[in-house]
């Protein structure tokens, strides 16, 4: 390909690339939002590229994991502590059948072994209340509710 043909090629995409500016902004100013196409881009190679070149395309971000709320566990007290309004949220899992009470809210559910169970519920009670495996007595959690 000689230099004049890459010269017109370039002044080719060019004039295309204004062309698509210009229609772009001209077609806004609606206060509608657009709708999801759904459509992906795809690396095309451009006319100023060397025949026989590979295009690169730009990596797709991974979206990032929500954390877990906090899993308490029989052997150990795990302290929680949320503001008076917040979504209180926690996970339970047990090595045996039995019932997790959490104290001041009487909020109660079964648990069987090897299963988790999960709470969330807005945290309108200040206090300290205690999170506890009913039939094993077994404290296992501290929910602290700030004003």
Do not use: N, W
Not at 3 to 9: A, G, I, K, N, W
Not at 66 to 85: D, H, I, M, S, W
């Amino acid at each position: 390909m000689s230099r004049s043909q890459r010269l017109t090629f370039l002044a080719i995409a060019a004039a295309i690339a204004m062309a698509a500016v210009v229609l772009l902004t001209a077609s806004g100013g609606d206060d509608e939002e657009p709708a999801a196409t759904g459509a992906t881009a795809t690396a095309t190679p451009s006319a100023t590229e060397e025949p026989g070149a590979t295009a690169t395309e730009t990596p797709t971000p991974t979206p990032t994991a929500e954390a877990q709320p906090p899993l308490l566990t029989e052997g150990k007290v795990t302290k929680l502590r949320f503001e008076q309004g917040e979504t209180a949220r926690f996970r339970v899992r047990a090595d045996t059948t039995d019932e997790v009470h959490v104290h001041g809210y009487d909020l109660m559910k079964d648990i069987e072994p090897g299963r988790t169970v999960a709470f969330s519920f807005k945290a309108d009670i200040t206090g300290i209340f205690e999170i506890e495996l009913e039939d094993a007595q077994e404290q296992i959690g501290q929910l602290r509710v700030d004003p």
